[in-house]
Structure formats: C-alpha cells, structure tokens
C-alpha cells in the first residue's frame, strides 16, 4: 500500500491542484490529509490563490480516496462542503507490522504523543515543518506544509511506501527528507 500525505492546504486552490497532481503521478492508494483544509485561520496570511469553496469542489472529486482528520482551523461548516469525512481528531491506519497514528498536531504533538507502542508511527501537520526521522522509540512524519511551509522550507507532500517515509517538494516532487523504517 502506498499513502500520499498533504497537510495545511489553508485553501489555496493553486496548492490543492499541485497536489492532486503528484498523488496522480505517484500511483498511491490514498490521499492522507492532516488537516487545515478550507480555511486560512486568524493567525496565518492568505495563501496564493486563497479559494476554499473550489478548494473543497476540487477534492470532492476525490472524496472516495481522502483519509481526512480535523485541524486547528477545520469547523463544522467545513464538513458541510466536503464529501468526507473531516471532523476525526485523529485516525489510524494498521499495517502488518506497526501503526499510523494520524492527526493534526494540535492536541498531540512530538512533545504529546499519544500512547502508541514502539515503532509505530506518528503522522502530524499543524507545524508546517517537514520532518522524517525517529524520536525515541516512535517514527515522526510531517509533510510541512502545502500552501504556507515555514522554516525556510518549500511547499511540500509525503510519502509512505513499503519502508520508507518521504517528504518531497509539491512544485518537483524533489525529495527534501526520508527515513526508512
């Protein structure tokens, strides 16, 4: 099984676009959405070509394969306009050997982590900083983010596929972090 995951859409129209442009060109199975889908929020600057109803139409189209948990800035009136479910705190995915523990990162954090078992993997946004690498006993992914990366760090999606977790910038799909677990 193969996961695309995109974290901190903020909707931006021309972001959402370029990800399901590389979920496309990398043949995975699901689109893993980490929250902060349609709106900006309070704290952030409007991202570039800043749409959330076209944003949420965009990926309505794709409803059947989005895995979605809710954000610091996903709302009920977000439900509303998308044709997935959004409003879980978080979600899990089971493989053979370890789990997906998924969320947003904003109730759990690196420093909060849920109770997860060794190995297993945590799969957060909310910081818009890429990170692929192993934290104690537990694996920690973020993707960054889609449409407002900080850090001085590209726009960027990630990966998982068969051993390995990858972050890659959305313009090139250019790998930036992996770690193979």
């Given at each position: 099984?193969?996961?695309?995951?995109?974290?901190?859409?903020?909707g931006s129209l021309?972001?959402?676009?370029?990800?399901?442009?590389?979920?496309?060109?990398?043949?995975?199975?699901?689109?893993?959405?980490?929250?902060?889908?349609?709106?900006?929020?309070?704290?952030?600057?409007?991202?570039?070509?800043?749409?959330?109803?076209?944003v949420a139409e965009?990926?309505?189209?794709?409803?059947?394969?989005?895995?979605?948990?809710?954000?610091?800035?996903?709302?009920?009136?977000?439900?509303?306009?998308?044709?997935?479910?959004?409003?879980?705190?978080?979600?899990?995915?089971?493989?053979?050997?370890?789990?997906?523990?998924?969320?947003?990162?904003?109730?759990?954090?690196?420093?909060?982590?849920?109770?997860?078992?060794?190995?297993?993997?945590?799969?957060?946004?909310?910081?818009?900083?890429?990170?692929?690498?192993?934290?104690?006993?537990?694996?920690c992914f973020n993707?960054?983010?889609?449409?407002?990366?900080?850090?001085?760090?590209?726009?960027?999606?990630?990966?998982?596929?068969?051993?390995?977790?990858?972050?890659?910038?959305?313009?090139?799909?250019?790998?930036?972090?992996?770690?193979?677990?």
């Amino acid at each position: 099984m193969k996961l695309f995951f995109a974290s901190d859409i903020h909707g931006s129209l021309i972001a959402t676009q370029k990800i399901i442009k590389q979920f496309k060109a990398s043949n995975a199975d699901w689109i893993i959405l980490l929250g902060d889908i349609l709106y900006h929020g309070p704290r952030n600057p409007l991202p570039e070509n800043y749409d959330p109803k076209q944003v949420a139409e965009y990926l309505n189209q794709y409803a059947d394969k989005i895995i979605a948990v809710r954000g610091n800035c996903d709302s009920e009136v977000d439900q509303m306009m998308l044709k997935f479910p959004l409003m879980a705190n978080w979600q899990q995915i089971l493989l053979s050997k370890r789990r997906l523990f998924l969320t947003h990162g904003h109730h759990y954090s690196v420093e909060n982590l849920p109770p997860i078992a060794i190995d297993d993997v945590f799969v957060y946004g909310h910081t818009h900083l890429p990170q692929a690498e192993k934290v104690a006993d537990i694996y920690c992914f973020n993707p960054g983010s889609a449409s407002l990366p900080k850090g001085g760090y590209p726009a960027s999606f990630g990966v998982m596929s068969k051993d390995m977790l990858q972050v890659l910038t959305l313009d090139d799909a250019q790998p930036m972090i992996q770690i193979n677990f």
